[in-house]
């Protein structure tokens, strides 16, 4: 980050009619963006795009979630109707929607790189080139969006069972344990969470993942939509433009970034503290705060897009707000 | 609240392509407002109008705040020039913003009930004629911008000094200890805190509001935005109009509008939590949880602008998305 920059934005907060902080968050968020920019005061984040990565898992074979396989593909459909809650809450906000089908079981899709990931309770979920295929397509949409005219990227992504990855890949970048990142998904009972857990316990004592090596983690627990989104994050970090991140799926596929690129911190913001235990965890280890935290656990990228608001508001503040002697206000 | 109209949306809800429950606080927030207007899908909350009320308090001359009196007009200024963060956060919100000066210590106002009140640690602030004038231009202006299409209200307060009535308000009707509930406001050091609170106390002890009579309460250490705020809930309860809270001012205007007309509580949204402890006691007593939490201290309506396109999406949901036999979509 430019640290210039964010000396003018942290100045500039103090000379503007209001009083010190009173901004809570959105005052270092602000500054944080004008870093990343390299510019005070940093772009508005508008228009925004929010991108859901959609891919199916050989994992679900196991029985870790109560839906089934079908709907990833079934909810493709609807958000390509416009009938999913990340639609409406896009359409409220003013957010385009595109939709990345990377590894979904069923259809067709220029960006596909597999019919879904291997069952990783049994062997790898994926190649490295696999990986490296699902990152590329993340990083390619990213650079297209930004080209088109986008000023933020929003994660997003569907594909039931994918909070099963997502814990895994959790559990092997922070080295907490599965039992205290793994949790309910869309609402399993008890005994599937168990069952969940264990299942993850056991994948990642197979496989043994290099935290070091962010892409043999992702090939030997995570999914095409983590591996994407990861790459997402990678292509809005090169282009520095900022990456709101949506719950426990971008959390995950936000530590293969770090891991495969640690200056990519600087372009994510947290959108939203998802209910998944995983997600506060990941957020923790990554230093970041969420924005949104009202108990949702939807995915799609519905916390990131009700965060955008958020973010383009602190941004706002720093091109619109009277100073002190600009408004005629006094100073304490 | 219309209780067939609350299970419809509670009912729909549980139709709609998410797993049951997975917009967390959305979920019953959108069932409320169905309640509210009596029919589901509730009425989208827009256009929404943040009505700012200034006033000026005697009891700044006892040296609550470092910020001279002045500041108030001058934000008034500040605000119409559409310099202040309410502002910025207005435009980005698409909502538009209204200043009534009720009670500021300077200027002509068509709405002026009295150029600030009396010093509270001498003698009652208001007399209870003048909390009647005040609480009928908050009934006014919310009709009147419910009358010119507002289909949510977000209440906004400018007056240096207002968190020390805020505090004594919400000591007098919660019954918490003046200690507790008083805070640092725009960021006093520790002295002056300790004396605020010496103040509070002093004045509560002397008064003894009763906390049953939310005029006698308002009269003895309330403020005119204070008094007005709690009309502008009781005026949009009217109407059926949902009205979004901001911070602590309001917070302890919603705890006189609920002791004057206790069926009012179900037109209000918390829309933020302030950094102030008192805004935190008085949304607990109240039973409302706040829907931003991001250490904002700003007041002005800053944290009610913010929450509004949280309340926006959580109403378009029972609009806009698709149902499970709609969409083609399987159940688990």
């Known amino acids: 980050p430019d640290a210039e920059a964010v000396a003018a934005a942290d100045a500039l907060q103090l000379r503007l009619t209001k009083p010190p902080g009173a901004l809570g968050a959105l005052e270092p968020l602000a500054s944080k963006l004008a870093g990343l920019a390299g510019v005070c005061p940093p772009p508005l984040p508008e228009p925004a795009a929010v991108a859901i990565f959609a891919g199916d898992h050989g994992v679900h074979a196991q029985g870790v979630t109560p839906w089934p396989q079908e709907v990833t593909g079934q909810m493709v ?27 979904v079981a069923t259809g067709d899709s220029d960006y596909k790189v597999r019919t879904g990931t291997r069952d990783f309770a049994v062997e790898p979920a994926l190649t490295r080139a696999e990986v490296v295929a699902a990152l590329e397509v993340g990083i390619a949409v990213a650079r297209n969006l930004v080209e088109d005219g986008a000023k933020a990227l929003l994660t997003g992504d569907m594909g039931i069972a994918n909070t099963t990855p997502a814990a895994a890949l959790i559990a092997a970048f922070t080295g907490v344990p599965a039992e205290e990142v793994t949790g309910r998904g869309t609402g399993i009972d008890d005994r599937t969470l168990a069952h969940k857990t264990w299942v993850i316990e056991g994948a990642l004592a197979m496989h043994r993942p290099d935290s070091a090596d962010g892409i043999d983690v992702l090939a030997k ?112």
């Open 77 to 103: 459909g609807n958000f390509l109707a416009g009938g999913a809650v990340v639609n409406a809450f896009a359409r409220q906000a003013g957010v385009s929607v595109t939709v990345i089908d990377v590894g």
């Open 221 to 332: 627990v995570g999914g095409l939509e983590h591996a994407a989104i990861a790459g997402f994050i990678l292509g809005g970090a090169a282009a520095r433009v900022p990456v709101i991140l949506d719950g426990v799926i971008a959390a995950s596929a936000a530590l293969a970034a770090v891991a495969i690129a640690p200056d990519s911190i600087h372009a994510m913001v947290a959108g939203h503290r998802s209910a998944e235990p995983g997600a506060t965890i990941a957020l923790k280890h990554l230093g970041l705060s969420p924005l949104v935290d009202l108990g949702l656990r939807l995915g799609e990228g519905t916390g990131a897009v009700l965060a955008h608001g958020l973010v383009a508001s602190a941004v706002r503040v720093l091109h619109e707000v009277a100073t002190f002697d600009s408004a005629g206000v006094s100073e304490k």
